[in-house]
């Protein structure tokens, strides 16, 4: 079974770091490219970014959101993707989500999502 | 970026209807668009992509059509299971967008 799982996710005072895992099972990681979402309480999905698969060049791609503050990265070996978020802000707070980029080039499927409260 | 404008933003039908969602862009994507759905506590699950292909394990009664910069989201016959709120997402150009979501509830 194809399957992503989120981790990492807490509560965070502003101006901090965290890294976020995305850990996948079920199929061959480095084939896949990988997208980061993200849904603030109550409201809808948000892209974050994109970690290209190395047959598509290995390229990252972020939100203007999160550019410069978030950065994504992956290890093939370990099957693992990671949201490295620094500089958080309040605005930040969401449940986050990774999801693999399939053969038709569309998002699916996605993890259970983490959640990351970003408050003082 | 591309502005996804979807309606309406709520609906309340009853079991056994037949329900269409609109989601139009601000500017042409081709066929490149995708609905989802996403029940309370639960990640998005891809239904439709491609703007009418059905992804795997989706039932039938669910169909999608359009291109350019109108898309729709048909559910033939609404199953208790489809309460839930439905989001499209356009593919052409980075930053991907969504629309803004339609939930569904039950009248």
């Known amino acids: 079974e194809v399957q992503l799982v989120e981790s990492g996710g807490g509560l965070v005072q502003p101006g901090r770091s965290l890294r976020l895992s995305c850990t996948a099972s079920?199929?061959?990681?480095?084939?896949?490219?990988l997208n980061w979402f993200r849904q603030a309480p109550g409201k809808g999905l948000e892209w974050v970014g994109l970690?290209?698969?190395?047959?598509?060049?290995?390229?990252?791609q972020y939100a203007a959101s999160v550019k410069g503050r978030f950065t994504i990265s992956r290890d093939d070996s370990k099957s693992i993707a990671y949201l490295q978020m620094n500089s958080l802000r309040t605005e930040d707070t969401a449940v986050y989500y990774c999801?693999?980029?399939?053969?038709?080039?569309?998002?699916?499927?996605w993890g259970q999502g983490t959640r990351v409260t970003v408050s003082a | 970026d591309i502005q996804l404008t979807q309606s309406p933003s709520f609906l309340s039908a009853s079991v056994g209807d037949r329900v269409t969602i609109t989601c139009r862009a601000s500017q042409g994507i081709s066929s490149y668009l995708a609905w989802y759905q996403q029940k309370p506590g639960k990640a998005p699950n891809l239904l439709i992509y491609?703007?009418?292909t059905l992804q795997s394990g989706v039932p039938s009664r669910f169909s999608g059509s359009g291109s350019g910069a109108e898309f729709t989201l048909t559910i033939s016959s609404l199953q208790p299971d489809d309460f839930a709120t439905y989001y499209c997402q356009q593919l052409h150009t980075y930053p991907l967008t969504f629309g803004g979501g339609t939930k569904v509830e039950i009248k």
């Open positions: 079920g199929f061959t990681f480095g084939d896949y490219g």
């Open positions: 999801a693999r980029v399939d053969s038709s080039g569309y998002d699916s499927p």
């Open positions: 970690f290209r698969s190395k047959t598509l060049g290995g390229t990252t």
């Open positions: 491609a703007a009418s």
